[in-house]
T-cell receptor
Framework: GAGVSQSPRYKVAKRGQDVALRCDPI?????LFWYQQALGQGPEFLTY????????KSGLPSDRFFAERPEGSVSTLKIQRTQQEDSAVYLC??????????????FGDGTRLSIL | KQEVTQIPAALSVPEGENLVLNCSFT??????LQWFRQDPGKGLTSLLL?????REQTSGRLNASLDKSSGRSTLYIAASQPGDSATYLC???????????????FGKGTLLTVNP
């Protein structure tokens, strides 16, 4: 596709349920990022993949958060036993280069997650 | 820890006015700085990327400057239009132990409203 695609656009879940958020990066983009954006805040880094390798997961808030990119393309962010503080917009971004210094990150429209 | 501040938090101007958005960062050891635009319910669109060795970048009516030593950047928008109404976010990628220069640190953004 022409841009980064995320699904679903909106997700409502009850506290304690597991959720899975999908990201389709731009074709050929090596680097993939997940960010969490709370209401009225800027995005905060969660994790970074280079192809299928998860090189940095330092931003994941807890061990309930898990991300994978098994074939180096589509990525899934999974949140187990969701809590109300997980409510946010989850943004995915991709970049062409292996080390994206000087390369802009291209963002999807995000998944808005609401935990009841 | 890098901190990014954007002033003002919100700005309302009449159509046609020139305006300046401000961004400051606490750690001057950065690889690059990006300005993004975010429309309601949407992801981020990269507007301009300035490498740490550069002083400014221009695209159409937009001009971004970078003063790395003082930790400041400005986004200048000429002849503003109602379609420019959006939230503008500044983000820096920094030098850190391990070279994680891909990690963007965002400000909270400036909400711009251009009135017809």
């Amino acid at each position: 596709g022409a841009g980064v695609s995320q699904s679903p656009r909106y997700k409502v879940a009850k506290r304690g349920q597991d959720v899975a958020l999908r990201c389709d990066p731009i074709s050929g983009h090596v680097s993939l990022f997940w960010y969490q954006q709370a209401l009225g805040q800027g995005p905060e880094f969660l994790t970074y993949f280079q192809n299928e390798a998860q090189l940095d997961k330092s931003g994941l808030p807890s061990d309930r958060f898990f991300a994978e990119r098994p074939e180096g393309s589509v990525s899934t962010l999974k949140i187990q036993r969701t809590q109300q503080e997980d409510s946010a917009v989850y943004l995915c971004a991709s970049s062409l280069a292996h080390h994206p210094v000087g390369q802009p990150q291209h963002f999807g429209d995000g998944t808005r997650l609401s935990i009841l | 820890k890098q901190e990014v501040t954007q002033i003002p938090a919100a700005l309302s101007v009449p159509e046609g006015e020139n305006l300046v958005l401000n961004c400051s960062f606490t750690d001057s050891a950065i690889y690059n700085l990006q300005w993004f635009r975010q429309d309601p319910g949407k992801g981020l669109t990269s507007l301009l990327l300035i490498q740490s060795s550069q002083r400014e970048q221009t695209s159409g009516r937009l001009n971004a400057s970078l003063d790395k030593s003082s930790g400041r950047s400005t986004l200048y928008i000429a002849a503003s239009q109602p379609g420019d109404s959006a939230t503008y976010l500044c983000a820096v990628s920094g030098l850190s132990r391990g070279g994680s220069n891909y990690k963007l640190t965002f400000g909270k953004g400036t909400l711009l409203t251009v009135n017809p």
